[in-house]
């Protein structure tokens, strides 16, 4: 009998969850580089797609022309932060900084106009020739190269209007659970219905009403006034916490 017990199959132990300090100090910062870095090539391939289909003429201005939209909005919305004196005046000097390290100090725009100067100016007909095609590529190059670094201050100056609006999302939190807690007292005390099934599916939405929305802001390929997306984001993530609170149950 005892041999027929031993021989049972054992159940593999269920996966450790990890702790809270954990997730707050490794796995949620691993986990925002990773939504900042998938948002920013998601907008780079939109871009390129763009620029060889549906925007050709333009090139990088159209990049250029959302970034300088972007920037009057971080502006004109958020003159005054707690984290920065002025944001649109810090921004706009990172992205000097990063264009002068790309292409200035680099060499690639000394290199490019060397490059084209000795082909353009060659007695040999077929460095004149290659010259033109050289010089092609190399506008080619240099347009997809300032594309990407529009597309990088684009989602610089995103980045900065998500942290400066940390304070609206975390006023939205406080309030649906103030909401979602009376809620719940009034359910106890009234001996309403109490359903499991509510409560884990509204829990399973909080995390998507930030991340969603957030990603689909960073990576919007054309400009967008940042209330068209946050504001629907904070509402959608107040009515989950706080559906999420109100049914709430001390035993699941």
């Not at 780079?44 to 289909?53: K, P, Q, R, S, T």
């Not at 925007?55 to 919305?77: D, F, K, N, Q, R």
């Not at 900065?160 to 649906?176: C, E, M, Q, R």
């Amino acid at each position: 009998m005892s041999q027929a017990v031993n021989n049972q199959p054992q159940q593999p132990a269920p996966p450790r969850k990890c702790g809270f300090l954990y997730n707050l100090l490794w796995g949620c910062p691993w986990t925002l580089v990773g939504m900042l870095l998938a948002s920013l090539l998601v907008s780079l391939v939109i871009e390129y797609v763009g620029m060889a289909f549906f925007w050709p003429e333009l090139g990088a201005s159209h990049s250029e022309a959302v970034m300088h939209t972007e920037i009057g909005y971080l502006s004109s919305e958020f003159t005054r932060s707690l984290l920065l004196s002025e944001p649109s005046v810090t921004v706009t000097r990172w992205m000097m900084v990063a264009y002068q390290w790309a292409f200035v100090d680099s060499g690639f725009l000394d290199w490019i106009q060397r490059t084209y100067d000795s082909q353009a100016h060659s007695q040999n007909a077929i460095a004149r020739e290659l010259s033109n095609w050289s010089g092609q590529l190399a506008n080619l190059l240099k347009d997809y190269l300032l594309a990407t670094l529009y597309v990088s201050m684009i989602a610089v100056v995103r980045v900065t209007i998500l942290v400066l609006s940390i304070p609206l999302f975390i006023l939205v939190i406080l309030v649906a659970l103030t909401e979602g807690l009376g809620r719940c007292d009034i359910r106890r005390y009234g001996a309403g219905y109490e359903s499991s099934f509510v409560y884990h599916h509204a829990k399973r939405m909080v995390k998507p009403a930030i991340y969603i929305p957030c990603m689909l802001y960073l990576s919007w390929p054309t400009a967008v006034y940042p209330n068209l997306l946050l504001l629907p984001a904070a509402i959608l993530l107040g009515i989950a916490v706080t559906v999420t609170t109100a049914s709430f149950k001390k035993y699941l």
